[in-house]
């Protein structure tokens, strides 16, 4: 019978097939000709001591034992022209996940997407980066997959409790993703790959009867009697349904603005707020690996570090090795930064958002515009950046130790970051208490990640769209949106999500409420 292996060995033996069969002779006391098959279920780094671990998990097969290559089809979805429809607004990953779920379950799912097709976005990117150009429907947050397939394709979530993330994940595989996302512990695709697997999962949606409209925004809900009856788009059309998945993600503004107009109930949510940093990715190497190079078996490191500073959290968030930063404005006269990297994170450079917990406190100068407070108040600091870095898509930048010591950096390196940085003193960018309380941190930083504080770390600002400053409130059970019928308020542009796989894993619950609404 195939033997189930927990073991720690090192960087080199768990990249050699080979060492690492001969490794597991002597664990297990037989001949390295005996071992058929050694597959590994699951693998992660232990950086904790300066001799580095790899930790895996495997199942060995002996000769005589059967191996079996798994193999990950797709659900058999039916043919769903004739259906019952459902709008999803959103073609993010709440939105694309809830539409192959309505599929499996027998129901028509018609995507409405402001933005372009996942290759068509690709201009408007080139547009924002070259020429600071914004395209409010087309650019890194809005178009085909979401956020999440130009700013990095990260599939790691701490939302276990939520929903089944094994199923998210294996459907990507079968889509087209590397099976290694099932094994790695912070399992990652890519920015390069994950758009042909998207274009995938649309295509499926379209060849079982749905329908995906791109270019398509969203002006109005229709609403009687306190239900949905349709949406209708920027060219005036209707599209009629009683049944609508709210996936918008977490920068629709308009809609959020729509929704109060219409006085459909929303709330401010807290959300968090700082700035991108980066560093080169050598130097986070050596922090956390604890030598001067590497080696070609370890990846380039990532970090993740959580501090209390002045009773606020302020810690990493998306962090990018050897990636890149990026332009998501989804509007011109402000700028906003975010960070990915490729499947192969081979950039000279990593960057992480480092923000701190935002409070509902904090936007009572904001109070007259009720629950769109933190959106408000959001939006000036991003407007306030673009206007201190040159009224372009370039951002403010200052070298780390200069910010902490409120200095201005005489000059600032070229950064990852295409559109470019102009010098600026930080604390111009954000009220007093988020500077104070960003200067204080990063030294604490540099106190855990020795090396760390240092002037060769650039600071770009700001990273200020970690989560919606909105929540659209659902009933806990059956997650219709508490005042309107046929609503479901889904992802993270809802409140309910903060990644990839917790946005699609929240699709997928709101397409079986309607299912289960439906045959009630």
């Not at 129901?107 to 201009?123: A, F, Q, Y």
């Not at 560093?279 to 380039?300: A, K, T, V």
């Not at 992480?352 to 904001?366: A, C, M, R, T, Y």
Request: aromatic content about 6%; some cysteine.
């Amino acid at each position: 019978m195939p033997k189930e292996l927990l073991l720690q060995v090192s960087p080199e033996i768990a990249a050699n097939t080979a060492l690492l069969q001969e490794h597991l002779s002597k664990q297990i006391k037989v001949g390295v000709n005996d071992i058929q098959h050694i597959a590994i279920v699951k693998r992660s780094i232990d950086a904790r001591q300066k001799a580095i671990k790899v930790n895996l998990k495997v199942v060995i097969y002996l000769q005589g034992e059967t191996f079996q290559e798994s193999s990950i089809a797709l659900p058999d979805y039916p043919n769903v022209t004739n259906k019952q429809e459902v709008i999803v607004i959103g073609a993010g990953p709440a939105g694309l996940f809830a539409a192959l779920q309505l599929i499996e379950l027998g129901l028509k799912p018609i995507v409405v997407e402001r933005g372009k097709d996942v290759r068509g976005r690709r201009r408007d990117l080139k547009a924002i980066n070259r020429d600071h150009i914004v395209n409010e429907d087309s650019n890194y947050c809005f178009g085909e997959g979401g956020a999440g397939t130009y700013s990095d394709g990260k599939l790691y979530t701490r939302s276990k409790k939520r929903g089944d993330v094994t199923r998210i994940l294996e459907l990507l595989v079968a889509f087209g993703a590397t099976p290694d996302i099932l094994v790695e512990a912070h399992p990652h695709i890519g920015t390069n790959k994950l758009p042909q697997i998207i274009q995938d999962i649309r295509e499926k949606i379209i060849e079982c009867g749905g329908q995906v409209l791109f270019e398509t925004r969203v002006t109005d809900i229709l609403i009687k009697n306190n239900e949905v009856q349709g949406v209708v788009t920027q060219n005036g059309d209707t599209i009629s349904a009683n049944k609508m998945i709210l996936a918008t993600g977490h920068s629709a503004r308009d809609i959020f603005e729509m929704l109060d107009r219409k006085k459909v109930l929303i709330e401010a949510k807290p959300f968090a707020l700082g700035v991108r940093t980066e560093h080169p990715q050598s130097l986070i190497d050596s922090i956390q690996y604890s030598c001067d190079y590497r080696g070609e078996h370890l990846p380039p490191a990532p970090y993740s570090i959580v501090k209390q500073v002045g009773g606020r959290g302020m810690y990493s968030f998306c962090m990018c090795p050897g990636g890149v930063i990026a332009p998501c404005a989804t509007s011109p006269g402000e700028v906003v930064t975010n960070g990915w990297s490729p499947s192969k994170r081979d950039q000279a450079t990593a960057n992480s958002g480092i923000v701190i917990e935002l409070k509902l406190e904090d936007f009572k100068p904001f109070a007259k515009f009720g629950a769109l407070a933190g959106m408000e108040f959001q939006k000036s600091i991003e407007q306030k950046a673009w206007h201190l870095a040159g009224q372009t898509q370039r951002v403010p930048a200052q070298r780390m130790i200069d910010f902490t010591q409120n200095k201005v950096s005489a000059s600032i390196p070229p950064t990852s970051y295409v559109p470019g940085t102009t010098s600026v003193e930080m604390g111009q960018v954000f009220p007093g208490f988020l500077s104070q309380i960003l200067r204080e941190g990063f030294t604490e930083f540099g106190k855990s990640m020795k090396g760390y504080l240092t002037n060769d770390a650039i600071l770009h600002a700001p990273e200020s769209r970690t989560s919606s400053p909105v929540r659209i409130p659902r009933d806990g059970i059956s997650l219709e949106h508490l005042q309107i019928k046929g609503l479901y308020p889904c992802g993270e542009g809802a409140g309910y999500a903060g990644g990839i796989i917790s946005a699609a894993i929240d699709g997928e619950k709101c397409a079986l409420k309607i299912a289960e609404s439906l045959h009630q």
